[in-house]
């Protein structure tokens, strides 16, 4: 739980009483290698906060699994849409790994959002998300394979290791064969 509280510190410093509450309405949840932590057509219920493992969140595009990116230790998952207008998610989250989660319900959220620092920290960590994700589409549209692949390696080594080598192909939108090739001429 320290790791959950050390992150949220970092946007926003909590006082005693939320950190408490934190600790209420958090738990602990285990997921073995492949399970789905968020499945497409389903309403999301719960933001997830990783304390270690590896998620792949991927779409259904014309019969065939588009990874969209894959989440690593000391971050938030939930599928936004889905879990704030509390409609079904049109993704997928499945662990790439035995994953240990911190999951918060929606109405254990609801609850938190009575505690004007956590408020604090929601609006400030998710003005940092949805800057960070504009931010990344357009630069990461604009690459080629080759330096998504850096991008990644430099910026998300996690990823690379964690991850299986089709997803990060798919997520970086080219074969297998062209990501062997690019880590080939890499090294």
Known sequence: MEELIQVINGFQELDSETELALKKYFVEETFKKNDFIIKGGKICDKIYFIKYGAVR??????????????????QFITSMSSFFEQKPSFENFQTCEETVVY?????????????????????????YYLSKINEFNHLFRLMTAEKKYLF?????????????????????????????????SII
């Open 152 to 184: 990644l390696l430099e910026s998300f080594p996690q990823i690379i290791k964690k991850a299986k080598l089709k997803h990060i192909a798919s997520l970086i939108g080219v074969s297998q064969e062209t990501l062997s090739r690019i880590r080939a």
């Open 103 to 127: 999951s918060l319900s929606y109405l254990d959220e609801q609850a938190l959002l009575e505690y004007p620092l956590f408020v604090k920290f929601h609006i400030k960590q998710l003005r």
């Open 57 to 74: 969140r991927f779409c259904i595009e014309d019969g065939i699994e588009v990874t969209k990116w894959i989440y690593t230790d000391n």
